[in-house]
């Protein structure tokens, strides 16, 4: 376990569970999820994972890049996409840590179920502030391919739970995948905050139709995101490097948590750059490459 030098603030990570944080807690206060015991140790059981060599769904689990299709399974029991790459489903490796930091390794061969062979490194870092997590993938596929970043925390919700965000634009989706961008909709307009209870959202959207209040990326983001927990005298400030210029909120019905996440691309946003649709984040690496970005969560 990870403590800041004036033991307020605790992290608790599983390397071998995708190099996954467990729970992230400010004087006993959880301000990610925490892991429940009592579940199977799984990341999607986790506080946060990693998401490389990209963020969030490849369609079908085919990548259409470069004149070729790749499949680059496996696809979830839960999901018949490929989803969030596969660096939060394998062991990574701790190979430096001290009493507040400590940096995991994942190291890919070249598979035969996808074209992806890479590189990645993430630093957890406590300080009396907050935490700042900082990744990077390296492209080892021995070709071109497209990459992305990302982290996916969990969130403590309830009623009161208010996030705040300047989001100015939508990517607007028809089952899952995005198909135009457009002015975020005033009841989605997080600028002035907005509470996450579920009445505050209406009927599920069309992100997965029948089961989500909100599944949808955003962007012209500034980079700056803030989340208070008025119950709890609680709040946190999210700011990431220009590169996460995506953010993912993801609400599910009935729920007491939610999703924030600030990564590098869109939903299948590779295939769709493909297609011709402009700023989707995709950033192609060629052999030997690095895609690399901060993210910090601050305590007030």
Same mark, same amino acid.
């Given at each position: 376990?990870?403590?800041?030098?004036?033991?307020?603030?605790?992290?608790?990570?599983?390397?071998?569970?995708?190099?996954?944080?467990?729970?992230?807690?400010?004087n006993g206060q959880d301000v990610f999820r925490a892991y429940d015991p009592a579940a199977p140790l799984a990341p999607l059981n986790t506080a946060s994972f990693?998401?490389?060599?990209?963020?969030?769904?490849?369609?079908?689990?085919?990548?259409?890049?470069?004149?070729?299709?790749?499949?680059?399974?496996?696809?979830?029991?839960?999901?018949?996409?490929?989803l969030h790459g596969d660096g939060w489903l394998l062991p990574w490796q701790a190979v430096a840590e001290t009493p507040d930091r400590v940096t995991l390794e994942?190291?890919?061969?070249?598979?035969?179920?996808?074209?992806?062979?890479?590189?990645?490194?993430?630093?957890?870092?406590?300080?009396?502030?907050?935490?700042?997590?900082?990744?990077?993938?390296?492209?080892?596929?021995?070709?071109?391919?497209?990459?992305?970043?990302?982290?996916?925390?969990?969130?403590?919700?309830?009623?009161?739970?208010?996030?705040?965000?300047?989001?100015?634009?939508?990517?607007?989706?028809?089952?899952?995948?995005?198909?135009? +961008? @457009? &002015? %975020?909709?005033?009841?989605?307009?997080?600028?002035?905050?907005?509470?996450? $209870?579920?009445? =505050? !959202?209406?009927?599920?959207?069309?992100?997965?139709?029948?089961?989500?209040?909100?599944?949808?990326?955003?962007?012209?983001?500034?980079?700056?995101?803030?989340?208070?927990?008025?119950?709890?005298?609680?709040?946190?400030?999210?700011?990431?490097?220009?590169?996460?210029?995506?953010?993912?909120?993801?609400?599910?019905?009935?729920?007491?948590?939610?999703?924030?996440?600030?990564?590098?691309?869109?939903?299948?946003?590779?295939?769709?750059?493909?297609?011709? +649709? @402009? &700023? %989707?984040?995709?950033?192609?690496?060629?052999?030997?490459?690095?895609?690399? $970005?901060?993210? =910090? !969560?601050?305590?007030?």
């Open positions: 376990m990870l403590q800041s030098p004036d033991k307020k603030l605790s992290l608790e990570y599983s390397a071998e569970t995708g190099g996954s944080i467990l729970s992230f807690r400010y990693p998401l490389t060599p990209y963020s969030n769904r490849i369609i079908g689990g085919r990548l259409d890049f470069g004149g070729k299709v790749y499949d680059v399974g496996p696809r979830a029991e839960y999901d018949v996409h490929q994942l190291r890919t061969p070249k598979a035969a179920h996808t074209p992806y062979a890479y590189h990645a490194r993430q630093v957890y870092q406590l300080d009396n502030n907050g935490l700042e997590i900082s990744m990077s993938v390296t492209n080892e596929s021995g070709m071109a391919l497209p990459f992305g970043l990302g982290h996916h925390p969990y969130f403590p919700r309830n009623a009161q739970t208010k996030l705040t965000a300047n989001l100015p634009k939508i990517w607007q989706s028809r089952n899952i995948v995005p198909v135009d +961008v @457009a &002015d %975020t909709p005033a009841a989605w307009d997080f600028s002035k905050g907005l509470t996450l $209870g579920d009445d =505050r !959202f209406g009927p599920p959207t069309q992100g997965v139709e029948g089961r989500d209040l909100l599944d949808h990326c955003f962007t012209g983001w500034d980079g700056t995101a803030r989340i208070d927990w008025p119950d709890r005298n609680l709040a946190l400030t999210i700011t990431a490097d220009p590169v996460f210029a995506q953010f993912v909120i993801y609400i599910p019905a009935e729920k007491p948590f939610f999703c924030a996440e600030a990564v590098t691309n869109i939903n299948d946003g590779f295939n769709l750059a493909t297609r011709g +649709v @402009a &700023d %989707t984040g995709m950033v192609v690496l060629q052999q030997g490459e690095t895609l690399s $970005g901060n993210v =910090r !969560f601050d305590i007030s």
